[in-house]
Nanobody
Framework: EQLVESGGGLVQAGGSLRLSCVAS????????IAWFRQAPGKEREFVAA????????YYADSVKGRFTISRDNTKNTVNLQINSLKPEDTAVYYC???????????????WGQGTQVTVSS
């Protein structure tokens, strides 16, 4: 099982990025997929999650209205569209997958290596 993130980079405040997570080695359409992030010196935090069908989406309060999670099960891909970026969004962004149907913020089984997002003011 492998998750590979891409799309990070350096962007000015107010800009946008589209992060992608491509999965392999698992029955992708059976898994909840989430994005987490970890800023320097801080704990990893939940950002967004999407159910296996895409019918349910969950967001951290800090990103609601700016971030949009989506998935394409035909391509084993989950995307995170990030708009109106702020310097405090600077972090390594990780995607994660789980089969569990519990709270979307908890208990992920598989993790990617992360992609760096840096927002300059």
């Amino acid at each position: 099982e492998q998750l590979v993130e891409s799309g990070g980079g350096l962007v000015q405040a107010g800009g946008s990025l589209r992060l992608s997570c491509v999965a392999s080695g698992l029955s992708f359409d059976e898994y909840v997929i989430a994005w987490f992030r970890q800023a320097p010196g801080k704990e990893r935090e939940f950002v967004a999650a999407i159910s296996w069908s895409g019918g349910n989406r969950y967001y951290a309060d800090s990103v609601k209205g700016r971030f949009t999670i989506s998935r394409d099960n035909t391509k084993n891909t989950v995307n995170l569209q990030i708009n109106s970026l702020k310097p405090e969004d600077t972090a390594v962004y990780y995607c994660a997958a789980k089969f569990d149907v519990g709270p979307p913020q908890l208990r992920y089984d598989y993790w990617g290596q992360g992609t760096q997002v840096t927002v300059s003011s």
